[in-house]
């Protein structure tokens, strides 16, 4: 078995790498993938960068020249669901392409010809990691989040959330756009831009995956500046806490 985790920028898988044992780099395609042992699980790691073509690309790649067996993305998100708030974690239970539009062709979000519009995680794997993550807000949030930093963020009691996330090439700072796509998309919960193309990569390969993200804003009108301070801050330690006890699960 071997495990690839993927995020989109640095900031999102931040202290996994120095964390590795008997780590050895090699860059391929403009993307620097290092291999060792995890908290004793073998593993790749690797920034795809941002958008569904880098993740896509970044996925195939971990899968066909890597060798790994099953894939964990990482990262942040926007919330797409008022009841998801910044600091809140997300667990996909699957994911929709919410720019593919076909249509009259297909159905609206349709892949074509793969007859799926919403993808589903792996069951075990995304169960393993939301509770992981349960685990990090009862034993790791309290010492590894400052006062200051939950003030800042206002980060009251996070919650983790299973359901849908919806991936785009777009940045969604814009909170007409994000209700027009909460009302198109029912259950949807957070807006990135990465997770949906793994997944439909992940299916076409038969290779199970999970996708957890950290709520990093509103998908709104303040969504760069709140994503800007969330990732520069606190976006690591959530992502190196639930990814250590994850592997170590
Ligand atoms: N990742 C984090 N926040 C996001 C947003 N508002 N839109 C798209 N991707 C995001």
């Known amino acids: 078995m071997r495990l690839g985790i993927i995020s989109a920028l640095h900031e999102e ?3 996994l790498v120095e964390a590795m044992q008997g780590a050895s780099r090699l860059i391929h395609g403009m993307r620097d993938y290092t291999q060792g042992r995890l908290f004793g699980i073998d593993a790749v790691c690797v920034l795809s960068r941002i958008g569904k073509v880098a993740a896509a690309t970044t996925a ?12 964990l993305f990482t990262g942040v998100a926007g919330a797409g669901d008022a009841r998801v708030a910044v600091g809140d974690i997300v667990v996909a239970d699957s994911l929709v392409q919410y720019d593919m539009d076909a249509s009259p062709l297909f159905p609206k979000f349709e892949v074509p010809l793969t007859g799926l519009s919403h993808f589903p995680s792996d069951v075990h794997i995304s169960n393993v990691v939301a509770d992981a993550a349960h685990q990090f807000l009862a034993h790791d949030f309290e010492e590894s989040i400052d006062d200051k930093e939950r003030a800042v963020f206002r980060l009251e009691r996070p919650r983790v959330h299973r359901g849908l996330i919806g991936s785009g090439d777009r940045f969604v700072s814009c909170g007409v756009h994000m209700s027009q796509l909460n009302e198109s998309l029912s259950g949807l ?4 831009m990465e997770g949906a193309a793994v997944a439909q990569v992940c299916f076409e390969l ?15 009108e303040d969504a760069a500046t709140d994503f ?10 959530y992502a190196f806490h639930i990814v250590r006890r994850y592997c170590q699960t």
């Open 228 to 237: 800007m301070r969330f990732v520069k801050s606190v976006a690591a330690r």
């Open 189 to 192: 919960l957070a807006v990135e």
């Open 13 to 15: 898988q931040q202290g």
């Open 60 to 71: 195939t790649m971990l899968v066909e020249k890597f060798g790994v067996t099953h894939i």
């Open 206 to 220: 038969g290779v199970p995956f999970a996708v957890i993200r950290t709520i990093s804003d509103n998908a709104n």
